[in-house]
Each structure stands twice: as structure tokens, then as C-alpha cells.
């Protein structure tokens, strides 16, 4: 038998973030079907402000499982990001169309820092 393994993702905008969490959704249910998706949260941009007037962001935590490894779910991310607008210089430009992280991977805590803002935080809060 396959063993399905937890996967813990945020994912947040400040770009058209409900046009493109909607997308992002709408592809990660498809490939997750047990996806259970949280109630978005706003939150301000953390740490320095790249741009004078960067915009708030709008961040939702997911969870799902899966059988497949961490690299093809990040290739998908990128995919999905890359579908939002996403591109290597919309950080530097201080917009995010789509950011997709997988913060836990069955037992492995992928991003520990991102775990203690607080963006994640109220994010993860808010998930079902």
C-alpha cells in the first residue's frame, strides 16, 4: 500500500489576490482532491518594504496529501505562479502575483522561519 504523506502549504498575493488565489484553487484541487483550503487572511507585507506603495497581502494556508515528492509539487507551484504572472523580477518589483510554499512535508518542516511570522501564523489559524 502507498503511504500518503501531509503536505502543509501558504499561499499569499498582493497582486490581484483574489483572481489569483481563485486560480491557484482552482488547480490545486485539481491536483489534490483532499485539499481543505483556510479562510484567506490580510496581512501587511513583513520586513522591509521593497516598494513605497506595496500592497497588503491576502494569504491562505491549505492542506492536503499526496503520494509525490517535494520536487514535483514545488515544479507545480512554479507552474501555477508562473500561470498568475509570476516572474523572477516581480519580487525585486515588490509584486506578488502568486507565492506558493510548502511549510510541511509529512514529518519535515520545510520552512521553519516562515512558520513563525505572523502571516503564516494567522493563515494557518484560519484553516479548518
Not at 506578488?96 to 511570522?117: A, F, M, N, R
Amino acid at each position: 500500500m502507498i503511504t500518503k504523506i501531509t503536505c502543509i502549504i501558504c499561499m499569499g498575493s498582493n497582486y490581484k489576490p483574489n483572481e489569483n488565489l481563485s486560480v491557484a484553487i482552482t488547480h490545486l484541487t485539481s491536483s489534490f482532491p483532499d485539499i481543505i483550503i483556510g479562510t484567506p487572511v490580510i496581512t501587511p507585507a513583513e520586513g522591509k518594504p521593497v516598494h513605497h506603495s506595496q500592497q497588503d497581502y491576502t494569504n491562505q494556508a491549505a492542506r492536503f496529501t499526496t503520494t509525490r515528492s517535494i520536487e514535483s509539487i514545488k515544479q507545480e507551484f512554479k507552474h501555477i505562479e508562473h500561470i498568475c504572472g509570476r516572474t523572477p523580477q516581480s519580487k525585486s518589483h515588490g509584486i506578488i502575483p502568486l507565492d506558493i510554499d510548502i511549510l510541511i512535508y509529512g514529518e519535515t518542516i520545510l520552512k521553519p522561519h516562515d512558520l513563525d511570522t505572523s502571516y503564516v501564523r494567522l493563515a494557518l489559524a484560519a484553516m479548518p
